[in-house]
């Protein structure tokens, strides 16, 4: 397969799908073209055929091995997509059971990914975004449980790098900022 595989996650409200279609856009405008990936899409529509989920947000409550086993039909089904592509996903996913990692071996393997994106804002933000999206069934938790989760998408990564030799850039998604955070990821991508 050819093209760059970018792999771009951040925690639930943090904005990451904002920045990935303003960044295709202008780059679709200089002609670099990039392909955007949902990989929680490519997992629903499984799980939605297979009738054992409703909406997107009740996938991180399913028992550990139907997760895996969704993640897994998801990133061999990416993996067969040509081009540059962008992978909007998860570093870590919370579950009743506690964390999960989005990107396991098993992933990995399959994707092959040249660079990880961590998009990142100050977790009191996050939690001002998730209150006021009503499209969403978002969990709800304290700013600190937001920064928790931020922390171990930094720790997980560098797993991720170890296992694959990618590299791992952070980018900053601040409030009012959305244009500064394109900026950065245009030029990372370009
Ligand atoms: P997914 O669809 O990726 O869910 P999500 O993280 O909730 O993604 P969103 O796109 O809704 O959030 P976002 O942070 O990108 O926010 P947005 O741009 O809308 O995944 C769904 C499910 O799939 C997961 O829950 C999981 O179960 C499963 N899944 C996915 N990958 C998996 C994996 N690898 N392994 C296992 N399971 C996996 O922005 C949010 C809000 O913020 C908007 O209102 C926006 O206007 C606002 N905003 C954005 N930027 C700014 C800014 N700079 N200033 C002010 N407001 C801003």
Redo the contacts with the bound molecule.
Sequence with gaps: MTGKKVII?????????????ESIRRLEEEGVPYQSI????F??EVAQKENIVKD???????DKNT??R??QL??QAIARIDGNIII????????PAGF?????EW?LKELKPDLIIL?E?DSD??L???L??A??I?DIEGYKDIQDHQDFNRAVSAAYAMFTGCTIRYIK???????K?VEEMVQVLR
């Design positions: 996650t951040g925690v639930p409200g943090v904005g990451k799908t904002s920045v990935i279609t949902n990989f929680g899409t997992m629903f997107r947000d009740e996938m991180r409550k399913l997760q895996k969704l993640q998801a990133s909007d996903t998860h570093a870590s996913v919370k579950t999960l990692a989005g990107l396991p992933v998009v804002t933000q996050i001002k975004r998730r006021s999206d499209s969403r978002r998604n601040p409030d009012f900022l959305l244009e955070a």
